[in-house]
């Protein structure tokens, strides 16, 4: 049987409604390999779709009708919180709101195993934070609803794989961030996720901190204190690694393929290396769930949405990505 995935819109005032439809509606061979339920308000799928001028019919389905679910079209689980002022590129309590709710029954119905995986939509932060939702972005919530442990963001671009230590933290914090023993656990997660991909004996580069790699302390002694000690135990301990690599040369050295994947520091040195590298094509994966979430990789573009004008080939990868490596 092929597999069903939930499909959240994201924030009904960004662009997330508009990719689902065009997804849905100009790549149909993606349901020659999976079924897909949208997890969303059917009120803000019509209403761009009018906007969009995209001719449409959305059939509201109930969750007693997945397993039957087959064929291309849009059938979506209604999903309405709470009314709220809808308008397209703005910052509202209500597009917080909604979006949770989107994610919380996605995350319910994989939870359950009625779904094997979520493919989300973009969101925003500020409006989480408007509408009073207790999470700061998608990986938190997919981490305390499910009651997981230790979870990571893998980027997937081309062949190029990019983990990350640090996620959501100011610049300023993220030397302090560095632990020697945390490093070393997060790069056996490294591995333990690229083996449930289908990576077996990887080989994983770690990024420098400082330039040149800190130039034996000239300029920064991170490498020296942490990240080389981390990276010489995790060798010890039985795993394939090598680093600290100059961040500038890394990536690159990642893309040839001489490296399955990149341990990146802080977030805007893998993100910055990956979007440049195929802006639209760069999948966000969650790993360390009880089942796989994809994601687009941009966010929720307001200053583009109800236009017409947004790309939806982030989330067409992000559909394919949970084809291909969902459990």
């Known amino acids: 049987m092929k597999p069903i995935f939930a499909l959240t819109i994201g924030d009904p005032c960004g662009v997330g409604p ?48 997945l397993e039957q679910l087959s064929g291309s079209g849009f059938r979506c689980l209604d999903i309405n919180p709470a009314p709220f002022e809808h308008e397209y590129g703005k910052i509202t309590a209500g597009g917080g709101k909604h979006s949770f709710a989107y994610i919380e029954k996605a995350i319910e119905l994989a939870k359950n195993k009625k779904v094997n995986g979520v493919v989300t939509a973009p969101i925003n932060k500020e409006s989480l934070k408007a509408g009073s939702v207790p999470f700061l972005d998608h990986t938190e919530m997919f981490t305390k609803l499910t009651g997981s442990n230790r979870t990571m963001t893998l980027f997937v671009t081309g062949n190029m794989r990019v983990f990350f230590y640090s996620r959501h933290i100011p610049f300023a914090d993220i030397s302090s961030a560095l632990d020697q023993q945390e490093l070393v656990k997060t790069l056996h997660d490294c591995e333990r996720h690229l083996k449930q991909i289908g990576l077996k004996n990887s080989k994983v580069a770690v990024a420098a901190l400082n330039p040149h790699g800190g130039e034996s302390g000239l300029f920064g002694r991170e490498e020296m204190e942490i990240i080389d000690p981390a990276v010489k135990q995790a060798a010890r301990e039985g795993l394939n690694v090598v680093g600290p690599i100059p961040a500038d040369s890394v990536f690159h050295l990642a893309k040839e393929g001489h490296y399955d994947a990149v341990l990146s520091l802080y977030h805007d040195q893998g993100h910055i290396a990956a979007k440049t590298y195929d802006f639209e094509r760069t999948v966000s994966l969650t790993m360390g769930l009880p089942f796989l979430r994809t994601s687009v990789d941009h966010g929720t573009a307001f200053d583009i949405a109800g236009k017409g004008i947004a790309s939806e080939i982030s989330l067409v990868e992000a559909i394919k990505a949970a084809i291909r490596h969902h459990w």
Do not use: R, Y
């Not at 990719?19 to 999976?34: G, P, V």
């Not at 779709?49 to 009708?65: N, T």
């Open 18 to 65: 508009e990719i689902t439809l065009k997804a849905l509606k100009n790549h149909s061979e993606i349901f020659e390999q999976c079924n897909l339920i949208i997890c969303g308000s059917i009120e803000f799928l019509q209403k761009t779709a009018d906007k969009i001028k995209m001719d449409i019919e959305i059939h509201k389905i109930e969750e007693s009708e």
